[in-house]
């Protein structure tokens, strides 16, 4: 007699069920894989948006509402029109001499630092060069000296009995001592030296770093075509180094806008404001004299709104597409 071994019948809900993946996902479709990398991301944005807000938006929030409030000290109350501020500063014949004062620096001093900086980075990124590492860091240490150091320094040397008029009288090429300090435009001289000494080191890290990106085939096919040494710097390594300038260059002039240190380090401010910049006579009208912080929010937000433009400006600009 033969037996017959039967498998055991599947019960009614196993044989029925459907199969787990789609089990899962009817569960908890906003759980699938897309879904969890999205909510990871703003897991990690989110703290960081929030820094952000309530470190820097905020404030200037705060800044814009202060900017339209009068007063002295912490006895503030509301301008009658909230504007008043802003059309003080029209009728303000020192802010408009700092103002002009900060744009001589932007306009003299940020294009020459920045092509010195370019020319510098070209010279130092040769292959040939020997004591690159050496030049590279004697040009950039100036942008590591403290600002007291450097002013100190620059005080001594541009004074009366200084260095500077020294060295000019032994050549022959003064007759007798200059105050570079005590006349408005010597004294802005010294100032945009003083930022083309400190910052073009700086400037020249970036530029040097973005040539190691530049395609050296490029340069040797200009070289064979007959190229000479300014065409091939001019007509194929500076279009490579465009995003570069432009990020260089609202660098530049957002921290030129902003010029504090040297206008009162070196000559603060003086002679009778020719050298003040707009920083400067922001931090005279917050804390000295008489203070006026909502005045002083004012021509914060002068400032901020000059910034932006001229970044927008140069973002334009910098943005052609070939």
Not at 22 to 40: A, D, E, H, I, M
Not at 134 to 157: G, K
Not at 212 to 223: G, L, P, T
Not at 227 to 244: D, E, G, I, R, S
């Amino acid at each position: 007699m033969a037996f017959q071994l039967k498998a055991p019948a599947k019960e009614p809900e196993q044989r029925n069920a459907p199969p787990l993946r789609n089990y899962v996902g009817r569960q908890k479709p906003w759980l699938n894989p897309t879904r969890r990398r999205s909510l990871t991301g703003w897991g990690f944005l989110i703290p960081a948006s929030l820094l952000i807000v309530g470190v820097n938006f905020l404030p200037m929030l705060q800044a814009l509402l202060l900017s339209l409030q009068t007063g002295r000290g912490s006895r503030l109350t509301w301008a009658d029109p909230f504007w008043s501020n802003y059309e003080r500063l029209l009728q303000d014949e020192i802010f408009k001499l700092t103002l002009q004062n900060t744009f001589v620096y932007l306009i003299i001093q940020v294009p020459v630092m920045l092509i010195l900086a370019l020319i510098l980075a070209n010279l130092l990124n040769d292959r040939r060069l020997k004591f690159k590492a050496l030049w590279r860091t004697a040009i950039f240490l100036p942008c590591a000296v403290s600002l007291v150091s450097y002013s100190l320094v620059f005080r001594t040397m541009f004074s009366n009995d200084g260095f500077i008029n020294d060295m000019l009288m032994g050549v022959g090429l003064l007759d007798g001592p200059v105050n570079w300090l005590g006349n408005a435009d010597t004294a802005r001289f010294v100032i945009i030296l003083g930022l083309i000494w400190r910052w073009t080191g700086y400037n020249m890290v970036f530029y040097l770093a973005a040539l190691q990106n530049v395609d050296h085939s490029s340069i040797e096919a200009a070289r064979m075509d007959g190229a000479n040494a300014f065409q091939v710097f001019w007509h194929v390594t500076v279009p490579q180094l465009k995003p570069m300038i432009v990020l260089t260059a609202i660098l530049s002039t957002n921290g030129t806008l902003q010029l504090f240190d040297e206008s009162w380090a070196l000559t603060r401010g003086g002679p009778a404001y020719m050298t003040m910049s707009m920083s400067h006579y922001l931090y005279e009208v917050s804390f000295l004299k008489n203070p006026n912080f909502g005045y002083a929010a004012a021509i914060s937000y002068v400032i901020l709104i000059l910034v932006a433009v001229l970044a927008l400006i140069q973002l334009r600009i910098g943005d052609r597409r070939d």
